[in-house]
């Protein structure tokens, strides 16, 4: 049976470093985050929680407390389960039991970055937790040296978490409405998708539609593209950074994002004006 309870001893930050290089394999220091900065960062309302299988550590989930607009948040850095424990709503959990203790710190926002061509990490993120999505922030960790991410640039969403919020409670409770699921053809595509061998690609982009309502597809297998493609990964990271670009610098916001286990891609729904929190 997993577990979740806080961390707070040398020898646990030490198992979090550890899972931290099998997880992303940094090569480096500066891509990790290191025992001075949890226990400097703990003392001061940092969140730190481990996800055990027994005695195992299989995931974590790590915060701090940051201002927004005159107000205190938290910001999420790294989210991270083993890779045997992933299917297993191991992520979610952590997110949740995170979303708890910030709550009773009298905290309701929680930000944290995201790349928008991962379709299982957006899938939880906007439609399992809830956030929204209204930043696009181009190469924000510079070229990453973790074989993770291959070298590539690391733009990243912004996700908005706001966690006493009503579209919040729905996500958590199973009852968000259908959104970018049940866009359908109602929504038109911001960009076109074909089949090139093995991979997709972005066929073409239109990026005059003005609709208040806006679909754009993503691969499904984009971190498998990025190890064994790289020039098809740096395609559709190029394709993507001038699409959410563009929109979200009009006032579209990502609100929703439809993907199945095992479906080829994956559909963001993004809507003209302010987010509904």
């Known amino acids: 049976m997993t577990t979740i309870r806080p961390l707070h001893t040398i020898a646990e930050f030490r198992e979090v470093i550890a899972l931290e290089q099998e997880i ?83 905290i309701d926002l929680m930000e944290w970055t995201f790349d928008p061509l991962v379709a299982v990490n957006a899938h939880l993120n906007l439609r399992r937790l809830g956030a929204v999505a209204g930043d696009y922030v181009v190469n924000v960790y510079g070229e990453s040296t973790s074989p993770l991410h291959k070298g590539a640039p690391t733009d990243r969403f912004i996700a908005q978490w706001w966690m006493r919020s009503p579209r919040v409670e729905a996500a958590l409770s199973g009852a968000l409405a259908p959104g970018a699921a049940a866009a359908g053809r109602d929504v038109p595509l911001v960009n076109q998708v074909e089949r090139r061998g093995e991979w997709l690609a972005c066929a073409g982009v239109d990026l005059d539609r003005r609709e208040p309502r806006l679909a754009v597809t993503i691969p499904a297998r984009f971190t498998e593209m990025l190890v064994r493609q790289p020039d098809a990964a740096h395609a559709w990271r190029m394709a993507s950074r001038e699409i959410f670009s563009t929109c979200l610098s009009r006032g579209y916001r990502v609100v929703d994002f439809a993907f199945a286990p095992g479906a080829e891609w994956g559909t963001y729904l993004l809507e003209a004006g302010p987010a509904s929190t």
Not at 36 to 52: E, N, Q, S
Not at 61 to 69: A, N
Not at 78 to 86: I, S, T, W
């Open 24 to 106: 992303w394999g940094a090569a480096v220091p500066e891509d990790a985050v290191g025992i001075p900065l949890f226990v400097a960062t703990l003392k001061r309302g940092a969140i730190l929680l481990g996800a055990c299988d027994g005695a195992q550590l299989v995931g974590f989930v790590y915060s701090f407390p940051g201002v927004k607009d005159g107000r205190p948040m938290q910001w999420s850095h790294m989210l991270g389960v083993r890779p045997a424990f992933r299917t297993s709503g191991i992520g979610r959990a952590l997110k949740l039991e995170q979303r708890r203790v910030s709550l009773a710190m009298g």
